[in-house]
């Protein structure tokens, strides 16, 4: 996983603190999505 992928992951998976619902549900799909792309490129 590249450092960028890392701090998309982080930043992305910081929206689940948010109290709104639909932003804790972009921001898990985006993270998980970034995570599995990522790990698909690397190895």
Known sequence: MTTAAAIMVVVFAALLLDP?????????????????????RSG
């Open 20 to 40: 709104s619902r639909m932003l804790q549900q972009f921001g898990l799909g985006l993270a998980v999505a970034v995570l599995l792309e990522a790990r698909r």
